[in-house]
């Protein structure tokens, strides 16, 4: 069967069906500094049709100067860059979540797609197969859902604002509905029966700080003696400690706003208890006492409180 040939209509290329019976368009998008040598891209399709509609629109975002060359990279190769090289201003912890949501759930089901092909259907389907826990994975929460969208939504946003796609697929996924909880305070009887049951416990201190502050538990371990003004009963928060791999980190607050609270004489107590009893630890630990920052809760040789380990101990509590 002979090949046909054909001129785009506008001028800006050549369309030709192949032996495969596939239609190929090529283009010039510029010339080569070095060689002075036009650059041809090419592009496919089934039909004549299809395949003159996506060269039309090419040759007119040349003409426009809003034309994207399109990227070679993968799903996969894309998202570790981004890891890798456009979170320098995202806190240590988010970065972790990022990074698990890239490895365990983005990649696996979606990286080996080149990126520039990738679509909105591919992106829905898999929220989709993670919604209803089909496809072989397991099902999530609607809010895990919403986590995901969110890393990837940034990251393909990144690749629109560098040049790489030219916009972003993700923008048009539904998501699922979030149900948030309703919050209930623990009434009279219920903060009596807590105490009782924290009685002794070695985290015992920091329980009673969190119920009577309302201060986050990355906010209450990442204070420092230098926190507290004894004499007015104020305690500055302007710091949370995260963990991170391998050890902690101390980052912003959630709002990235400092912010001073005034505690009752009863708060106060327990950091006076934590200061004497922290005391005792450094008295016996002697020269393997480490607390460079002056952390007001640490463990018995002064380093820091794992922040999992707090919580974990509080889940078999309550």
Not at 157 to 173: M, T
Not at 250 to 264: E, Q, W
Request: a positive charge; charged letters at 25%; aromatic letters at 8%.
């Amino acid at each position: 069967m002979p090949r046909k040939t054909s001129r785009n209509a506008q001028g800006g290329g050549t369309i030709r069906q192949r032996s495969d019976g596939r239609w190929e368009a090529r283009y010039t998008v510029g010339r080569d500094p070095g060689t002075g040598k036009q650059v041809q891209r090419s592009i496919y399709g089934a039909t004549q049709k299809e395949v003159r509609q996506r060269l039309q629109q090419i040759t007119m975002d040349i003409d426009e100067g809003t034309y994207t060359a399109p990227s070679r990279l993968t799903v996969e190769e894309w998202l570790n860059t981004w890891l890798n090289d456009y979170l320098l201003d995202v806190k240590p912890r988010t970065i972790q979540k990022y990074s698990s949501t890239v490895r365990n759930r983005l990649i696996p089901n979606l990286g080996k797609i080149k990126l520039r092909d990738l679509s909105a259907r591919q992106i829905q389907h898999l929220y989709n197969a993670l919604y209803r826990g089909t496809d072989g994975l397991r099902q999530l929460a609607p809010k895990s859902i919403h986590d995901t969208h969110g890393t990837f939504h940034r990251a393909l946003q990144q690749a629109v604002e560098i040049g790489l796609i030219k916009s972003n697929p993700s923008d048009v996924c539904k998501l699922p509905r979030v149900k948030k909880a309703e919050i209930q305070p623990m009434d009279s009887a219920q903060i009596s029966n807590f105490l009782h049951r924290i009685e002794g416990h070695s985290f015992e201190l920091i329980y009673r700080i969190d119920l009577f502050t309302g201060m986050r538990m990355g906010e209450i371990l990442g204070l420092s003696w230098d926190c507290i003004d004894w004499k007015n009963g104020v305690i500055r928060i302007y710091r949370q400690l995260h963990q991170i791999k391998g050890g902690y980190e101390f980052g912003s607050l959630k709002n990235d706003k400092p912010r001073t609270i005034t505690v009752a004489p009863s708060v106060l107590e327990a950091f006076k208890q934590q200061r004497t009893r922290q005391r005792q630890w450094r008295l016996i630990a002697g020269s393997a006492w480490s607390n460079p920052d002056d952390l007001i809760f640490t463990n018995e040789i002064g380093q820091h409180v794992a922040r999992g380990t707090v919580f974990n101990s509080y889940k078999r509590i309550v």
